[in-house]
């Protein structure tokens, strides 16, 4: 139907996350109508992230060069760890600026239906850097999903079986800010419950 550069372009373009065929023919046909100086600056852009932005090596968030720019903050407590599933999630914590310790990014949840095990995730490692360095407590900020809940019950269990005085918390669950009790469902609601807090 298309020239093979043009359909060539739109496969590609439709394996993003999020873009289906239709969006995908749209977006083909934008890059074919833009000029050759935009165009390119999109094919370096990609290439530029591809060559230059790595794993760090100590937390696995994404790095330029060998460790992240937050491993690289010595005023950054180093005995205070937040784990993640995905290196966008650094910078959502990020933004609240409560959060002064480092991170470790696990690169997914526990899934066994998709074949998620603990061997594909940055676990080993995370326990290997608790038993190495003087750590006091591990932030558990996995996602209030079925896949993030069982991937940190996991890492929990593990760290207390290596470390049994380290203080493992869990990022708790509550009520979006400004909205009203009886708009919450019942698990939010429950859960804000379960996690109360003295005031
Ligand atoms: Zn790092």
Redesign the pocket.
Known sequence: MYAPPVQRLITELSKLPGVGGRTAQRLAFYLLRASEEDAGALADAIREVKERIGL?E??F?L?EGP??R??ADERRDPELICVVEEPSDVISIERTHEFAG??HVLGGALSPIDGVDPDDLKIAELFLRVEADQVREVVIATNPTTTGEATALHIADGLRRRRPELAVTRLASGLPVGADLEYADELTLGRALSGRRAV
Do not use: G, K, L, Q
């Open positions: 760090c100590v937390c968030n790095a460790t992240c937050i491993c480092r991170y």
